[in-house]
């Protein structure tokens, strides 16, 4: 991957403690060093400042007490006092038990972190999945909200408050499976963040064990998003219906900042849980998985919109341009319309088309289909090699960006109303697009090629890295 952070070696999940603090962009990561599995995780580190270059820190957080003696699990960051705080989930596993403590670690150079160890024990009424805290300060008052399963197993989200950040008292479940707010909606809901966004609060979070409906859910864990308002007095969070996050195959456990600018930027990883998992095509390389792009966030009535970072265009270097475009019944290619690390605009898209295809790299494909108004992104699966694909609704097309990287694509629609998000295992040599229109279509063709950022290591894999 050539401007995506990805592990140095090993396994790369959830991204972590994502803060701008003095001056600069931290985030962190669930990080396995020794193995392409998952196991005892570390915190990995990188800073920025400008969220596109980042450079590799040292360690933060490495397993080595007792309490976190089978991983230091997710959770977030947070400043006091000038000094950078970690809250994270210290994960003890004996046998089939498991045991969970939620953790304090603090650091005057945002590079070395000294443990301040458990400050919150799980409470009775859940069973040890609980983790993953997300704190937030509101009126003088630190806020944690934490991912859950009730002895019942039902997942919830947990509201906690502290004034120290090591004292926590508990509020209650905001909102969760079998509440009055949502029916049945999973055994276990992962790293829930619960934030502020155009006057309203959205709570991003990653539900175990919700079954396939319809177009949606399909893959093997779920992430999505609740509109609503959190009255902190009642402790009630009245919300409307979950809605999926990112559209496409590999979306999950994200994690979002405030920056200085006053941006809500959301940042996930491009992986997921799944039973496949043995089977990535870059595991003989000793890596696997990779975050998403940041992506900023924008409420639109009730819908949370993503859209690519403005710093983005920093990495653009040559390109082609093709205004007017049109295509009527027919396939075809575009000169130079080619790569495998590049940037791909498409703009006032309109006629009359019924459908409109872009095939990339040989094995994965956009279509967007006016008459059903569905849109949907299918690639030919790394674990069996039949075609998969996922949908979404799309009441109309008028824009498209397309963010491919070695081994992954980010179909950005309509300035961020929707979003596919997939990794992609190309024939390296395959670096073509081919445009397919069924009736009259028109729009303004772009195409960059982007520069390498210092998010990717150099690793001995010159096909997917
Ligand atoms: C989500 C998750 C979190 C947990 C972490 C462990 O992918 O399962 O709930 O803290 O990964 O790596």
């Not at 490495?62 to 400043?79: F, R």
């Not at 949502?182 to 809901?189: A, N, S, V």
Request: proline letters at 4%; a negative charge.
């Amino acid at each position: 991957m050539n401007y995506h952070i990805m592990p140095p070696t090993g396994l790369i999940n959830d991204p972590n403690g994502f803060i701008e603090w003095n001056g600069k962009y931290h985030l962190f990561y669930q990080w396995q060093p020794f193995k392409t599995g998952h196991g005892t995780k570390f915190w990995g580190h990188v800073s920025s400042t400008d969220l596109v270059h980042w450079e590799h820190e040292p360690i933060a957080l490495a397993p080595s007490e007792w309490y976190e003696q089978d991983g230091c699990y997710s959770g977030s960051a947070v400043e006091q006092d000038g000094k950078l705080f970690l809250l994270y989930t210290g994960n003890v596993k004996e046998d089939d038990d498991r045991e969970t403590y939620q953790c304090l670690a603090e650091s005057s150079d945002g590079k070395t972190f000294k443990k301040h160890g458990p400050v919150l024990h799980l409470p009775k009424e859940y069973t040890a999945h609980f983790r993953d805290p997300k704190v937030w300060k509101k009126n003088d008052t630190w806020y944690m909200i934490i991912g859950a399963q009730t002895k019942k197993l039902e997942g919830r989200a947990v509201l906690f408050q502290s004034q120290d950040l090591k004292n926590w008292t508990r509020l209650g479940d905001v909102t969760g499976t079998n509440t009055d707010l949502i029916g049945e909606f999973g055994y276990m809901w992962e790293c829930p963040d619960l934030f502020e966004l155009g006057g309203k609060e959205v709570m991003v979070v990653s539900p175990q064990g919700v079954a396939p409906d319809g177009m949606l859910y399909h893959n093997e864990h779920q992430c999505g998003y609740l509109v609503g308002d959190l009255d902190y007095e009642e402790v009630k969070y009245r919300h409307g219906a979950f809605v999926e996050m990112d559209r496409g195959f590999e979306f999950y456990a994200p994690q979002t900042l405030v920056d200085a600018k006053g941006r809500r930027i959301m940042i996930a990883w491009m992986g997921m849980p799944d039973q496949y998992e043995q089977k990535h095509p870059t595991i003989p390389f000793k890596w696997i998985h990779s975050l998403t792009l940041p992506r900023e966030l924008k409420l639109v009535g009730n819908k949370v919109y993503q859209v690519p970072l403005e710093e983005m265009k920093m990495l653009r270097g040559d390109g082609v341009s093709y205004a007017g475009a049109e295509m009527v019944n027919e396939e075809k290619q575009f000169d130079g319309v080619e790569g495998d690390v590049m940037e791909l605009g498409l703009d006032d898209i309109s006629g009359t088309f019924e459908r409109l295809e872009i095939t990339l790299r040989g094995n994965a494909r956009f279509i967007y289909n006016k008459e059903t108004k569905l849109a949907t992104l299918e690639r030919a699966s790394f674990a069996h090699g039949q075609t998969e694909s996922r949908h979404c609704y799309l009441e109309e097309l008028n824009s498209l960006r397309i963010f491919v990287d070695k081994s992954s694509i980010e179909i950005f629609i309509n300035e961020g109303e929707e979003v596919f998000s997939a990794r992609q295992f190309a024939y390296p040599e395959n670096k073509g697009y081919s445009f397919a229109s069924k009736g009259y279509v028109s729009f303004d063709l772009n195409k960059w090629n982007l520069n390498k950022s210092a998010a990717a290591y150099q690793v001995q894999d010159e096909r997917y890295a």
